[in-house]
Structure formats: structure tokens, C-alpha cells
């Protein structure tokens, strides 16, 4: 090595990118959502990736209307014809001296939103927050209906770890419940919510509405409202996590959340190899984040995140009422080392 390269200074771990996927079938509302957002008053620094369908990107010129910083993919009808695109228009992003907090990929109408946020995850310069699936009230049922598209606007809401109603404006009060309660059947998350001229709750996206990052990872239990205007009320709890988890059973619990639970996230250790009489292997101190029902436990280092010794929480961000507050309790309780019983396992 030489003399200069050993005294180059050590480059300090970047922060993870917030990652967030709007999709949904074709004129269900996706550019007046993500346009929406950009006007909202977040104070984030936010870039925006349009992956329309054709050759020329018009939702992209809609889009840069309200934004200034709006990158390109053309021609995105399917999910595999434009992740080579898509991943070096990552990398690119990742590479910025003054990157973003929070990259807005919308999807193309035909496009897989679950897949594209797949392919965004492969890069861990990214933190997933979000695959939002925006639903047409007037035209969903009639959409799913359809012996040719509807397998395709099924699967995008089967990937939804929130699903946005629109257009509800266009349907009588009585008819705008009815096709609330629709979407509700279909989707496999109790995240559903109506879109007031593209608002939607900020809360989707990120902790805008939380306190700062910084107590999200404190060791004290708390349980707050998130309000947001004329918006349903999301609530964030904070759970004690002092005690060595068994990693399998942590896994499998966080993957099978309640489905009114939009996101978790939180520093705990964590072993291989708990018995039953609570003896424990090595230990190691994980951040574990869920987003879309996909699970990563890394590094602190890799994270930049700091712990100090004996703390451990996770935070949980949804529709949180009392009885799911006593469910995470209890399933966090059963993924201790030595827990006499633990939530149904799953592959992990």
C-alpha cells in the first residue's frame, strides 16, 4: 500500500436511502399521488424515478413539474425488461455526493411494483419504507374483472404494504364505503387508505410525523398518534427488547405481522442458537427493518447506527390499536431464548 493510501481518510458509512414504490393499474391516479407528495410540506430531499410505459415518458414530464429532480426509465411494461436499467439508474443515485433521503420510484401501470422494489433492494444503499398500490374506487372491480388484465391488477395489490383509494369523490357517499370495503377484501394488508386529491399520509413514506430518528432506537416504551389532516390516525409503539431473541422465531414472527402493522423497525440481539433452557450461542446486535412484508436484519456498522449496551427496541408504525398492541407484546415475548412457546414458524 502506499504512503498515500494509508493515510487517505476512512470514508464513514453513508446512511441507507429511503426506497418507496408507488404502483397500480393503468389511470388509477399514481402521478397525482406522487405529485402530491412532492408538494407536501415534508422538508425531505426527494428524487423521483417514472418508469412510464412507451417510448415517450409522459408521466415523467408531469411529474418533473413538481419536482426538479426526476430521472427516466422508458418503455417499462414489464418488471424484467427494465432491471438493468433500473439498477444502474440506482447505482447512480447511490453514487451522488448530495444524494436524496428518499428515491419515489413510480411504476408504469403494467409494471410489477413488488418486483421493481425487489430489484431496488438488491442495492444496499436502499432501505425499502413502502410498496404503495394505488386503486381506482370507480373502475378497480371492473378492472379485476377483466379475463385479460385482471390476474395483473390483482397481483399488484397482492404486493401493496399499503393500498391508496382514489377518485372516491366520483362515487355517492354510500357507494364510497361499499368500494372502501372492496379493496379491504382484496388486499392482503388492512393499510388502505383514500386519497384526497393525491394526499395521502406522510406516514407511508417515512417517520415525518415520529420523533426524530434518533429516539426511534432509545430503550424507553412509548406509544404514539401520528396525526395527519383529515387522514386516518396511524399510531407508533416502541417495545422493550432487552433479552437475546432466538433468530428464527424473530423471523418468522416479523414476516407474519398483523396486517394492520405497516412497518418495523429496530436494533436487537439475536443468536443462532437458543435452547429451550435459555442457554444462548453467540450473540450478535442486528437492526431489523420490515417494509412490504420483507425482512432484513444488518449490521449495525453497515447501518452507521450506534447502541449502547443492554438497550434493544422495535417500533412498529400502522393502524396499532390495543389488541394488536397485546399481540405484539406477546409474539415479541415468545421470540426470546427460553420461551416456552413462540408464534408459528415459516421458512425464512
Not at 42 to 64: E, M, S, W
Not at 282 to 302: F, G, I, M, P, W
Amino acid at each position: 500500500m502506499s504512503a498515500a493510501a494509508s493515510h487517505r481518510p476512512h470514508r464513514r458509512a453513508r446512511a441507507p436511502i429511503d426506497l418507496a414504490v408507488v404502483g397500480g393499474y393503468l389511470g388509477a391516479g399514481k402521478t397525482t399521488v406522487v405529485n402530491a407528495i412532492l408538494q407536501a410540506p415534508h422538508g425531505r430531499r426527494i428524487a423521483v424515478l417514472v418508469n412510464d410505459f412507451g417510448a415517450v415518458n409522459i408521466d415523467a414530464r408531469l411529474v418533473r413539474a413538481r419536482g426538479d429532480d426526476v430521472i427516466e426509465l422508458d418503455n417499462g411494461c414489464i418488471c424484467c425488461t427494465i432491471g438493468g436499467a433500473l439498477v444502474d439508474a440506482l447505482t447512480r443515485v447511490a453514487a451522488r455526493d448530495d444524494r436524496p433521503e428518499l428515491l419515489l420510484i413510480e411504476a408504469s401501470g403494467v409494471a410489477d411494483p413488488a418486483k421493481i422494489a425487489q430489484i431496488g433492494l438488491l442495492n444496499g444503499a436502499f432501505r425499502l419504507t413502502s410498496v404503495l398500490v394505488v386503486a381506482d374506487a370507480v373502475a378497480l372491480t371492473r378492472t379485476l374483472a377483466d379475463p385479460l388484465v385482471g390476474a395483473m391488477a390483482q397481483r399488484q395489490l397482492d404486493g401493496a404494504s399499503a393500498v391508496i383509494v382514489t377518485k372516491l369523490d366520483l362515487l355517492a357517499p354510500g357507494a364510497r364505503e361499499r368500494a372502501l370495503a372492496d379493496v379491504r377484501a382484496l388486499a392482503p394488508t388492512d393499510i388502505v387508505v383514500a386519497a384526497e386529491h393525491g394526499r395521502i399520509p406522510l406516514a407511508l413514506l417515512f417517520d415525518a410525523a415520529v420523533p426524530d430518528e434518533r429516539a426511534l432506537f432509545r430503550a424507553e416504551r412509548w406509544h404514539r398518534r401520528i396525526d395527519t389532516d383529515a387522514m386516518p390516525a396511524f399510531s407508533s409503539i416502541a417495545l422493550d427488547a432487552p433479552d437475546v431473541l432466538d433468530k428464527a422465531r424473530l423471523r418468522a414472527w416479523l414476516k407474519a405481522l398483523p396486517r394492520t402493522v405497516l412497518r418495523a423497525k429496530g436494533i436487537v440481539r439475536i443468536t443462532d442458537a437458543g435452547d429451550a433452557a435459555g442457554d444462548v450461542g453467540n450473540v450478535s446486535t442486528r437492526l431489523c427493518q420490515v417494509a412490504a412484508r420483507r425482512l432484513r436484519l444488518t449490521s449495525l456498522k453497515e447501518e452507521g447506527v450506534a447502541m449502547r449496551d443492554g438497550d434493544g427496541v422495535i417500533v412498529f408504525i400502522g393502524f396499532i390499536d390495543p389488541d394488536t398492541e397485546a399481540k405484539l407484546r406477546d409474539g415479541l415475548a415468545q421470540c426470546r431464548v427460553g420461551a416456552a412457546t413462540c408464534a408459528p414458524t415459516e421458512s425464512a
